[in-house]
């Protein structure tokens, strides 16, 4: 049946909570907006932990390496969270294309490791590629068709660097069809903290689609590959796992085709009205958007939580 | 205008010109996540108010064997996706630029002929436009491809398929006296 959007609060709230092995938190307008937690969130992770309840976090965000991710979560005063703990959409783009470059029957007998991966992307994402022991392509390098170590795929993640002349670079590889084109996420903009709004991967993967005539493999969510890698590493059940987001297109459609039931909290991206409007469309994969519970915040989830 | 320091967050710290109620997206070789950026700006600003032209949807642009460049459609793409709205197209296929011909030489689309190479523009709005459609296999599109339009059952790929076609426009020379 569809979610109803319902406010979880009072008892609603330890009917919902206590049955759960754990929670997926998104972390950008969920535990934190910029550089200031969400009052409360630190205390909701510590007050699950000491429920035995697990914490994991999945992240469209492809701008930081799990291990800055990791020292950002301590610098912001949530206690005990690794690195391990955190799915976000850079790491599952290198495993997802360390699968299909590396995986077995790939790429060893030939020598060349897999080929080559062109990042359009930061620091971050580029060093996540590399941890996951796949060799990048070069900016500026000509494309030459054949080539003897050839690029076998570019990943479009979030990058404030983009330039005509990487698109171009990024065409040229992908007119070997065998070239993989693959996008760590959809969102079309980020919020910044002053209310403004940053384009996101989304955005350029649109101008790569449109240069190349190619569909990206798009990795994060509400897509449900970074859900398999969350199962892969720490086996959970869908039927008694919670997935908390701001976001209804992309955190709540995520729990959706995850079978999680969702909980979206106000302090970021969607707004109640987009939920509820949602809920009255006609439409069946308006449905897909709707939440089946919200809070205001998840601080508003620690009184479900046993003392 | 220079963008104050290298980072997205100091971008949008930069001053907006007050008078801009228009972001116009055409062929830029220079585009970049700072200029998406301004543009989104601007936008968001405006909302309505401030229009979403594009000069083009031409996805890429042919070179010599094979390869291409990017177009202005991906670079309108880019921002129609981050505004999360659609640019109003000036080019082809659209008829916007037909009707400023049209109304400046006085034509009678009966009696006129649209000349191109590509399919989903050129020919696209000849054909919206009643005028007579002549291909020329000197560019982008193939014969194989005006079969595959003609082939199918869809009539949006109908309107694709050119009245008539040439291998180049050096053949009408034979048609048009001494």
């Known amino acids: 049946g569809m979610a109803s959007c319902r406010r979880l609060s009072g008892a609603g709230l330890r ?176 919020p910044l903290s002053d209310g403004k709004r940053t384009p996101g991967t989304g955005s350029l993967t649109a101008a790569v689609e449109t240069a190349s005539g190619r569909k990206a493999l798009v990795v994060g969510k509400p897509n449900t590959y970074m859900f398999d890698c969350i199962v892969e590493r720490f086996g959970v059940d869908p039927s008694r796992t919670l997935m908390v987001g701001d976001r209804l297109e992309t955190d709540i459609l995520f729990g959706k085709n995850c079978g999680l039931s969702t909980i979206l909290t106000l302090t970021g991206v969607s707004r109640l009205e987009e939920a509820q409007a949602y809920m009255a469309s006609d439409s069946a994969a308006a449905k897909d958007l709707v939440p089946n519970y919200y809070v205001d915040s998840i601080a508003d989830l620690i009184p479900g939580l046993d003392e | ?70 177009g202005t459609g991906c670079l309108v793409k880019a921002v129609e996706t981050a505004a999360q709205r659609e640019a109003f197209i000036v080019g082809k296929p659209n008829r916007y630029m037909f009707d400023c011909v049209a109304s400046e030489f006085d034509i009678d689309p009966s009696r006129t002929i649209m000349v191109g190479d590509r399919l989903d523009t050129d020919i696209l709005m000849g054909n919206s436009c009643g005028l ?35 291998d180049s426009i050096a053949d009408l020379l034979p048609a048009l006296g001494d």
């Open chain 2, 1 to 70: 205008a220079a963008l104050p320091g290298p980072a997205p967050a100091d971008w949008a710290q930069a001053p907006l010109d007050p008078a801009v109620r228009a972001v116009l997206v055409g062929f830029d070789e220079h585009f970049s996540y700072a200029k998406l950026c301004q543009a989104l700006r601007y936008l968001l600003r405006g909302g309505p108010d401030c229009l979403l032209v594009g000069t083009n949807r031409d996805n890429r642009l042919p070179l010599e064997g094979g390869a291409a460049i990017p």
């Open chain 1, 15 to 190: 009917e919902v909570l206590g049955p759960a092995q754990g929670l997926l938190f998104d972390c950008d307008g969920v535990l934190w907006a910029g550089e200031r937690a969400v009052p409360g969130a630190p205390e909701l992770l510590e007050r699950l932990r000491r429920s035995g309840k697990a914490a994991l976090f999945v992240s469209n965000n492809s701008r930081r390496s799990v291990a800055e991710l990791e020292r950002r979560f301590s610098r912001l005063g949530f206690r005990g969270v690794r690195a391990e703990h955190v799915f976000s959409s850079a790491l599952c783009s290198a495993l997802f294309l360390r699968q299909r470059l590396l995986g077995s029957g790939n790429g060893g007998g030939s020598g060349s490791g897999g080929g080559r991966v062109f990042v359009l992307g930061g620091e971050g994402l580029r060093g996540e590629v590399r941890d996951a022991g796949l060799r990048l392509a070069g900016e500026g390098e000509p494309t030459s068709p054949g080539a003897a170590d050839p690029v076998r795929a570019v990943l479009v993640g979030y990058d404030d660097q983009f330039t005509f002349a990487k698109l171009a670079q990024a065409c040229g590889y992908l007119r070997d069809p065998q070239c993989l084109l693959v996008a760590t996420d959809p969102d079309p903009w980020h």
């Open chain 2, 132 to 166: 007579t459609t002549l291909l020329t296999l000197t560019g982008v599109s193939t014969l194989d491809e005006v079969k595959g339009h003609q082939e199918s059952d869809c009539p949006a790929r109908q309107s694709l398929v050119p009245d008539y076609y040439v």
